[in-house]
């Protein structure tokens, strides 16, 4: 499985953006899709992951509603929704991909995209 990232960008604080994944290849092989983020001197970090159906997903405490993940299976790609967007959240964001159950590790992830920088200003 290959995935490739983008929408990454620079804005303002409390402006929104959109971050979207594309899968490629045996994507059959996918239940799970997620993403994470890096900051520059700090571990990888669990953003969202959300199920084959899209009907169930999970968010790294920090996100405290302001960011939605979905999928569109047809299209085998992923969103993350970002709203509100905060210096903090200045960071590479990568998206994976896992066989297994919603997984909020990143270990649990098998593939992996190239990343895409979102870099927010106050």
């Known amino acids: 499985v290959q995935l490739q990232a983008f929408g990454g960008g620079s804005v303002q604080a409390g402006d929104s953006l959109i971050l979207s994944c594309a899968a490629s290849g045996r994507t059959s092989s996918v239940y799970s899709m997620g993403w994470f983020r890096q900051a520059p001197g700090k571990e990888r970090e669990f953003v969202a992951t959300i199920s084959r159906s899209g009907g169930i997903g999970y968010y790294g405490d920090f996100v405290k509603g302001r960011f939605t993940m979905s999928r569109d299976n047809a299209k085998n790609t992923a969103a993350l929704q970002m709203s509100s967007l905060e210096p903090g959240d200045t960071a590479v964001y990568f998206c994976?991909?896992?066989?297994?159950?919603?997984?909020?590790?990143?270990?649990?992830?098998?593939?992996w995209g190239q990343g895409t920088l979102v870099t927010v200003s106050s």
């Open positions: 994976a991909a896992s066989s297994m159950m919603l997984p909020t590790e990143a270990p649990r992830y098998e593939y």
